[in-house]
């Protein structure tokens, strides 16, 4: 059984690899044709099956912000560090910004150690409270989220828009509904910006950080605080917790936000398993594969958080590995070339799974993310898009 664990492990890591460099695929349609393959569930052991899906989540949140930052292509938890990112890219140190959400994520392993005990004493006996109010704090984080912009009206239209959107688009009962509508959203919509912007790609710096412990203690302390309550959360991803994390913290600087966004995107996907096993929810499409295969356990927890730390150690040179290959070679590729090939593949990712009508939709979010670049508002609140079909799902009537 272990040599069949440490294999499934080594295949989800590969796997993770593949979906975290490649915009559009993600790790939730692995899932889908995992799970949707009985033969490969009957032929291993429930642990391994559990492997596979684990390792290749964690490997994800670690690699995903690669396309990100030098391709301008996020999805829904790496969103936000498209623009910073993008900033130490034009400046040839867009290496340097990978490190900075690597750096957030081996923090977030680090995390687990503290938070995932009082996790478990706190979340059995505040769950059934927080079940019952959760439209009402959904409705204030997305106030506590507003309140600060200046352009609020602008903020409340792109959030609100985003939002029926995202009412539409799940109404039409499409396979992977919200790949369509988040790659639109946050996707494609920036790759056009960036062509529109005819970007030049300088000359990469293969440099390592330097940072002190003055500027890893804030975002430590907002991941800390923001990650557990968000990872209970439907409807609030990385994106949105770093948000919140970043209002926690009040200054910041680039690279202490994308140290937040790191740590946030893997300490939620992390603690959403034991979310899983406290509670009986998945919160994240990683959780939910798990509970097909396998109710949760003390045993299969215990299983899930050494496979998470096994997976960290190799995901943190395999992804400097891979952002080096893109640093050296990047500025010496048509960037423009690159994101029409992108977009290309978006707009293929997007009929393969979800149809004539999930295209629409796709096309529809596009537009709707470039105006919302387009009126200067923070793509941030396109989330809209999935918080506010939660809040009215939740809502007591």
């Not at 912000?65 to 996020?74: E, N, T, W």
């Not at 009206?153 to 919200?178: E, N, R």
């Not at 500027?215 to 919140?244: D, H, K, N, R, Y």
Request: hydrophobic letters at 60%; glycine letters at 8%.
């Amino acid at each position: 059984m272990l040599v069949e664990i440490i294999v499934a492990v080594f295949l989800g890591i590969l796997a993770g690899i593949f979906t975290g460099l490649i915009p559009g695929i993600h790790i939730n349609l692995v899932f889908g044709i995992v799970l949707g393959s009985l033969a490969f569930l009957f032929e291993i052991s429930t642990f391994a099956a559990v492997a596979f899906i684990v390792s290749i989540a964690i490997m994800h949140t670690f690699i995903d912000f690669i396309p990100s930052i030098y391709l301008g292509a996020p999805n829904e938890d790496t969103a936000l560090s498209t623009m910073p990112g993008h900033k130490f890219l034009m400046k040839g140190h867009g290496h340097e910004a990978l490190q900075y959400t690597l750096l957030g994520s081996i923090i977030a392993v680090v995390l687990l150690f503290f938070i995932v005990p009082l996790f478990m004493i706190v979340i059995p006996f505040a769950y059934s409270f927080i079940s019952d109010m959760m439209a009402f704090i959904l409705i204030w984080v997305s106030i506590f989220l507003i309140l600060p912009e200046k352009s609020k009206w602008a903020v409340i239209l792109v959030f609100f828009l985003s939002g029926f959107l995202g009412i539409a688009s799940m109404g039409l009962g499409l396979d992977q509904s919200l790949m369509p509508l988040l790659t639109g959203l946050f996707g494609s919509s920036t790759i056009i910006t960036s062509i529109k912007s005819s970007v030049q790609v300088p000359k990469q710096e293969i440099d390592k950080i330097s940072v002190s412990f003055k500027e890893i203690a804030p975002p430590t302390f907002a991941t800390a605080l923001v990650s557990p309550i968000c990872s209970f959360f439907p409807g609030i991803g990385a994106s949105q917790a770093a948000v919140i994390g970043s209002r926690v913290i009040k200054e910041k600087s680039r690279k202490q936000f994308l140290i937040l966004l790191g740590s946030i995107n893997t300490l939620v996907m992390a603690v959403s398993f034991v979310t899983l096993f406290l509670v009986g929810k998945s919160r994240t499409g990683a959780a939910a594969a798990v509970f097909e295969v396998v109710r949760v356990d003390i045993k299969i927890l215990f299983l899930i958080g050494i496979i998470v730390i096994i997976t960290s150690a190799i995901a943190v040179p395999v992804t400097l590995y891979f952002s080096k290959i893109f640093a050296l070679n990047i500025s010496k590729i048509n960037y423009s070339l690159i994101s029409y090939g992108v977009l290309v593949l978006l707009c293929g990712v997007v009929l393969s799974f979800s149809g004539i009508l999930g295209f629409l939709v796709f096309v529809v979010a596009t537009f709707v993310g470039l105006f919302c670049s387009y009126i200067g508002v923070r793509k941030g609140f396109l989330m809209g898009a999935l918080l506010i079909p939660t809040i009215l799902f939740y809502f007591p009537v």
